[in-house]
């Protein structure tokens, strides 16, 4: 087999923005190996038992509505947030080329005025109907990976948050919906056409943001029927992964939660998008259900996302808890979280990749639950709290690996248990 005929696609939709730029300069940083796979899931056990794409295998493409370029992006993130250092962003500029060459225009089609505001590339005519584009969107994705001559793609949404979408009786069906797609107003926002494109394609579709991707009963039983892998939404990365670790702590201590107020303040695009009210709402609904979700109550709960352009692509959240012990004793946690946001996003969205191509290539479809730990509202599964969703994972991970060495020949499992252990032949 020709060795591009092993690699897997990696299709970003919001190709340009912080997190696709991170991922771009880290993936092609750790394939040129000047730096260890810090952060990643997948590199380290029990998931680097199972017989993942290889991260030198994985070629970037992705849709965008900006004409701000990758490396224009990636340059920003070096020097105004000082993620990258200017050697590194040197090494891998044939890289982000190679990246840029492959992104083709998207749609702001049903994302609302903010969004719509950020689109400076000429866009498709093709594009004011949602079935012309979900057609456009397959022809890219077909493209791509028959250009690369790729085994697969998987099709992650790293794009701005839309506005909330109201519910629509289309929304219940397939059969309803597939109609409603070829009328004049989009039934639907872009992060959803994108989803049934990838999905009509046979692609995993992955949303690691709060807009509404594959969220709809009809989408759902579109992936169902397709034998297709999905996943959402929003990647957990900052405080909602604090919350989720604090507050089984508090449940499996008898601690009552009275109240939880977070006050979270960012900078870069996201943060700029997100000051918008409707934006907003989307993050908050995602943010705001895990800590009753884990409680098993109701204590007040209060979050709010300040934008603050200075801090670029830094994130603080304060954090205050209430929250009382024996004989009703009040007590209070505070705490201050400091992330980098595409730093923190960036190795989840590769692990996303390679867990959903693995997924795919076991012939098995429909919501990956077992994912739950990557996001803040994860679908298929009510499990918010952290250390659950992580056994999630590993017993998936053990059934697998079950599976794996079921089906290969016993020598070769010696074989592969001695390359793993670096004993010398
Ligand atoms: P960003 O603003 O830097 O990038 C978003 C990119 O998406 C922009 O380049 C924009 O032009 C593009 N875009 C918007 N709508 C599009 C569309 N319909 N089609 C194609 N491209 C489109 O934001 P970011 O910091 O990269 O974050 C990306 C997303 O990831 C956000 O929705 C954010 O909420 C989500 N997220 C990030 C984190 C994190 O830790 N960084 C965690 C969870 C979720």
Known sequence: MADTQRKLGLWLIGASGNVAATIAVGLAA?????????????????????????????????????????????????????????????????????????????????????????????????????????????????????RNKLERVVVINVASTEPRSPRRKSHATWAA???????????????????????????????????????????????????????????KTGETLLKTVLAPMCRDRALQIDSWVGHNVLGNGDGEVLDSAANKSAKLETKNGVIASIAGYAPQVRTSIEYVKSLNDWKTAWDHVHFRGFLDTQMTLQFVWQGCDSILAAPLVLDLARLADYHAAGNQGGVMSHLACFFKSPMGTRQHAFGPQMKMLADYAAENLVRENESNPPQHRKAKARRKRRIPR
């Open 30 to 146: 750790l394939q040129r190996r000047k730096h260890a796979p810090v952060g990643m899931l997948t590199e380290q056990p029990p998931l680097d038992a199972l017989p993942l794409r290889p991260l030198k295998d994985i070629l970037l493409g992705g849709h965008e509505i900006s004409t701000r370029t990758v490396a224009q992006t990636a340059q920003a993130l070096a020097t105004e947030s000082r993620i990258f250092d200017h050697e590194l962003l040197k090494a891998v500029a044939p890289d982000l080329r190679t990246f840029q060459k492959n992104i083709r225009t998207g749609s702001a089609l049903g994302c609302g005025t903010t969004i719509t505001r950020l689109a400076s590339r000429k866009m498709n005519a093709g594009a004011a109907n949602a079935r012309a584009f979900i057609n456009q969107v397959r022809k890219d994705l077909r493209n791509f990976q028959s």
């Open 177 to 235: 919906l597939s109609k409603a797609l070829s009328q004049n107003t989009s039934p639907l926002p872009a992060s959803s056409l994108y989803a049934i494109a990838a999905i009509e394609s046979s692609m995993p579709y992955v949303n690691f943001t709060p807009s509404l991707g594959v969220d709809v009963p009809a989408i759902l039983e579109l992936a169902v029927a397709n034998n297709v892998p999905v996943m959402g939404a929003d990647g």
